[in-house]
């Protein structure tokens, strides 16, 4: 394995796993600031592949072309967390991985994300593992209903999960999930979803993006708003606790956290996403350093930037033809247009961003 004492140096290549438009805005922010970027991804005309300087197009488990990847690049990142575990195993035995393969497969099991978080003393939503229909009908007997399905693996946007009420009938839920690995997780009444971006450095160093509000639109992320209306002590509590839960999983790069506030304005947390995220593109223009740099600076050993907050800020997800409006957002003052390069817009597909800043 090649093994780092010292920060990765301009002029050397970060390896990137993906090659979704969080991939495409890895790969400028690095290029800014003098990376290469090798994409691995298995489609062709991936979105980061037009501003990376190489893409290997492969299947996430082509053993060859992983290791030839590795010998290729000075360190591994991800922008799409849903790969193989072996294969970021495989890839850690010849170079750095950041974050780490066993934070990625702690991440990438439902069950297993919450246990760890629990561990740390951190409140999640109630949960159960489900691996059939008996158990299903048990683990509704216990957390009652309703209650959310999802299948313990991959699964986002709404994908790969079933809403459960007094009327539903479980085994044609369990059917329709069609796996035998999943989690029900009781119901939480909430006020406000929000999440926090941290980043952790080799040092152990933790920094966060204050906490932003997110409402969706059939299961997809439509606005975040930037800081939530939330008030200053669960802002901190809920920065404390993005920093507890990147300490203990031994975080290396950038992480975001979904969570609740309910009613009672206690803070339980929902998902990690242990890479930039959807909530987190508002920072690009309204933030010292954006998500985006700051993934590239924590995951090549260098010292972290300011999460400093320039101005509040809006951010609007653009789906599928929403991407039609482009040119009206050209015209808005203080508003800026990201597109992510896709050539087709489709139904819930992610096509670009804008976000407004609200400068006083």
């Known amino acids: 394995m090649k093994h780092m004492t010292h920060p990765i140096s301009p002029n050397s290549t970060i390896g990137i796993l993906g090659g979704g438009q969080l991939g495409r805005m890895m790969a400028i922010a690095a290029a800014e600031m003098g990376y290469h970027v090798h994409i691995y991804c298995p489609e062709a005309d991936a979105p980061a592949s037009e501003v990376a300087y190489q893409t290997t197009t492969a299947a996430y488990d082509n053993l060859d072309a992983l290791r030839a990847f590795a010998d290729s690049v000075d360190v591994v990142t991800y922008e799409f967390e849903n790969i193989p575990a072996a294969s970021a195993a495989l890839l850690s035995a010849h170079v750095a991985v950041r974050p780490s393969a066993e934070l990625l497969q702690t991440t990438?099991?439902?069950?297993?994300?919450?246990?760890?978080?629990?561990?740390?003393?951190?409140?999640?939503?109630?949960?159960?593992?489900?691996?059939?229909?008996?158990?299903?009908?048990?683990?509704?007997?216990?957390?009652?209903?309703?209650?959310?399905?999802?299948?313990?693996?991959?699964?986002?946007?709404?994908?790969?999960?079933?809403?459960?009420?007094?009327?539903?009938?479980l085994a044609a839920s369990w059917q329709k999930l069609n796996t035998d690995d999943a989690i029900l997780e009781g119901f939480i009444r909430f006020r406000m979803e929000i999440s926090v971006i941290v980043a952790r450095d080799v040092a152990g160093h933790?920094?966060?993006?204050?906490?932003?509000?997110?409402?969706?639109?059939?299961?997809?992320?439509?606005?975040?708003?930037?800081?939530?209306?939330?008030?200053?002590?669960?802002?901190?509590?809920?920065?404390?606790?993005?920093?507890?839960?990147?300490?203990?999983?031994?975080?290396?790069?950038?992480?975001?956290?979904?969570?609740?506030?309910?009613?009672?304005?206690?803070?339980?947390?929902?998902?990690?996403?242990?890479?930039?995220?959807?909530?987190?593109?508002?920072?690009?223009?309204?933030?010292?350093?954006?998500?985006?740099?700051?993934?590239?600076?924590?995951?090549?050993?260098?010292?972290?930037?300011?999460?400093?907050?320039?101005?509040?800020?809006?951010?609007?997800?653009?789906?599928?033809?929403?991407?039609?409006?482009?040119k009206h957002y050209t015209t808005v003052p203080n508003m800026k247009l990201h597109l992510y390069g896709k050539k087709e817009a489709r139904a819930g597909r992610k096509m670009g961003h804008v976000t407004q800043l609200l400068v006083k």
């Not at 246990?115 to 509704?140: C, D, K, W, Y």
């Open 206 to 326: 933790c920094v966060c993006y204050c906490p932003v509000q997110n409402t969706h639109l059939h299961h997809i992320l439509h606005e975040t708003t930037a800081p939530a209306p939330i008030s200053e002590i669960l802002s901190d509590k809920a920065q404390a606790m993005a920093c507890t839960i990147a300490d203990g999983l031994n975080l290396v790069g950038l992480m975001a956290i979904e969570m609740f506030v309910t009613e009672n304005d206690e803070i339980l947390v929902n998902e990690l996403a242990p890479r930039p995220h959807n909530s987190g593109h508002w920072t690009i223009d309204a933030c010292v350093t954006s998500q985006f740099t700051q993934a590239i600076r924590a995951v090549c050993g260098l010292t972290l930037g300011s999460t400093q907050r320039l101005c509040d800020a809006r951010m609007l997800n653009l789906i599928g033809d929403d991407v039609n409006d482009w």
């Open 108 to 169: 990438q099991h439902r069950v297993a994300e919450k246990q760890a978080i629990n561990q740390m003393g951190i409140a999640t939503a109630p949960f159960a593992a489900v691996r059939s229909l008996e158990e299903l009908t048990h683990a509704v007997a216990t957390l009652g209903l309703p209650a959310v399905l999802k299948t313990c693996r991959m699964g986002y946007d709404g994908k790969g999960q079933v809403m459960l009420s007094k009327d539903s009938d």
